[in-house]
């Protein structure tokens, strides 16, 4: 390894290899230090922490991880930089490169394996843009014990992850999101740090993770089934759209009513809910015997 840093390189790296970035899989490397700083310094590690980063790319946050952190295992997707890594990280042996989609990969599994004798877990990541949600959606949902969270995600969508009821960008993800974590954004990040440039402004938001739910539900599926169904048509009342979205077998009436012994007017919008509403209509609904499965 040369003494100068893999975002001050990522062109002639690439040019070296013969890589040419892919669009479809959200490309666009970060060649910025004090971006990748504020990222480390956002995670605020333990010396012994475990950071589990997804789509290191051609490296460069990898190397800054590596420098704080005990161990650092990175899944990349695409074949073609997975060597490049290897060997860009072989006299670190502090960093694991895995071979895999960020989607499929048993992420529990690998948290047990890889993690031996770390006392934190974190993840860190410039995410690929096209798979934000579902990528994050799996690192909350499947509970795998991280302490903290740090994305680099596009602005629009960092906006809804830490937006309040009542303004346009809520929605479920920001619901999921407050539901497992206390969201906070750190930076605004321009375009033009990225190689290639992408259309949009990205940001850095920091999820740090509850120790239990913001609100206790009695049960989760229905609660998220619930939360969808809400936001399924933005324009319709509450009573309209979980109707449609999740209870059209039932009578329009016999929704009302439920909304009204959780305490909500049918006709406010799902938009105006917060977790606490939702967790008292999941209760209503499941005291009825509805459930999960439609
Ligand atoms: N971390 C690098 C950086 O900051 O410069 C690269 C970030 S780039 C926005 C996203 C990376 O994720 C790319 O290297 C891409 O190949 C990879 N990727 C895309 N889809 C993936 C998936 N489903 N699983 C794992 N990696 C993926």
Same mark, same amino acid.
Do not use: C
């Given at each position: 390894?040369?003494?100068? &840093?893999?975002?001050?390189?990522?062109?002639?790296? @690439?040019?070296?290899?013969?890589?040419?970035? *892919?669009?479809?899989?959200?490309?666009?490397?970060?060649?910025?230090?004090?971006?990748?700083? +504020?990222?480390?310094?956002?995670?605020?590690?333990?010396?012994?922490?475990?950071?589990?980063?997804?789509?290191?790319?051609?490296?460069?946050?990898?190397?800054?991880?590596?420098?704080?952190?005990?161990?650092?295992?990175?899944?990349? @997707?695409?074949?073609?930089?997975?060597?490049?890594?290897?060997?860009?990280? +072989?006299?670190?042996?502090?960093?694991?490169?895995?071979?895999?989609?960020?989607?499929?990969?048993?992420?529990?599994?690998?948290?047990?394996?890889?993690?031996?004798?770390?006392?934190?877990?974190?993840?860190?990541?410039?995410?690929?843009?096209?798979?934000?949600?579902?990528?994050?959606?799996?690192?909350?949902?499947?509970?795998?014990?991280?302490?903290?969270?740090?994305?680099?995600?596009? *602005?629009?969508?960092?906006?809804?992850?830490?937006?309040?009821?009542?303004? +346009?960008?809520?929605?479920?993800?920001?619901?999921?999101?407050?539901?497992?974590? /206390?969201? /906070? /954004?750190?930076?605004?990040?321009?375009?033009?740090?990225?190689?290639?440039?992408?259309?949009?402004?990205?940001?850095?938001?920091?999820?740090?993770?509850?120790?239990? &739910?913001?609100?206790?539900?009695?049960?989760? &599926?229905?609660?998220?089934?619930?939360?969808?169904?809400?936001?399924?048509?933005?324009? *319709?009342?509450?009573?309209?759209?979980?109707?449609?979205?999740?209870?059209?077998?039932?009578?329009?009436?016999?929704?009302?009513?439920?909304?009204?012994?959780?305490?909500?007017?049918?006709?406010?919008?799902?938009?105006?809910?917060?977790?606490?509403?939702?967790?008292?209509?999941?209760?209503?609904?499941?005291?009825?015997?509805?459930?999960?499965?439609?």
């Amino acid at each position: 390894m040369t003494d100068r &840093p893999i975002a001050h390189r990522t062109r002639e790296l @690439l040019a070296a290899h013969g890589i040419r970035l *892919k669009k479809s899989l959200g490309q666009n490397f970060l060649t910025d230090m004090h971006v990748l700083d +504020k990222i480390v310094r956002a995670v605020d590690m333990s010396d012994r922490a475990g950071v589990l980063e997804i789509g290191p790319g051609i490296g460069a946050l990898t190397e800054r991880l590596a420098e704080r952190a005990q161990k650092v295992v990175a899944v990349e @997707l695409d074949d073609r930089l997975v060597p490049v890594l290897r060997e860009l990280f +072989k006299s670190r042996p502090n960093v694991e490169i895995i071979h895999g989609d960020a989607l499929k990969v048993d992420l529990q599994a690998i948290v047990q394996s890889s993690f031996e004798g770390v006392d934190e877990v974190h993840v860190a990541a410039n995410l690929p843009y096209y798979v934000t949600s579902p990528i994050l959606v799996r690192l909350l949902e499947e509970r795998l014990g991280l302490k903290r969270i740090v994305i680099m995600i596009q *602005k629009e969508v960092a906006d809804r992850l830490t937006a309040r009821p009542g303004t +346009k960008d809520y929605g479920s993800l920001s619901v999921l999101v407050r539901y497992f974590a /206390e969201a /906070e /954004e750190v930076a605004r990040v321009p375009a033009h740090v990225f190689v290639p440039r992408p259309q949009v402004d990205s940001a850095v938001v920091k999820l740090t993770l509850r120790e239990r &739910p913001a609100v206790a539900v009695v049960n989760e &599926p229905l609660f998220f089934r619930v939360v969808r169904a809400a936001f399924a048509q933005r324009r *319709k009342t509450l009573s309209n759209t979980l109707h449609s979205a999740l209870l059209s077998s039932r009578e329009k009436r016999e929704v009302e009513d439920w909304l009204k012994q959780a305490g909500i007017d049918p006709k406010r919008r799902g938009e105006t809910l917060d977790l606490e509403e939702f967790a008292a209509i999941t209760e209503v609904l499941d005291h009825a015997g509805i459930t999960a499965e439609r």
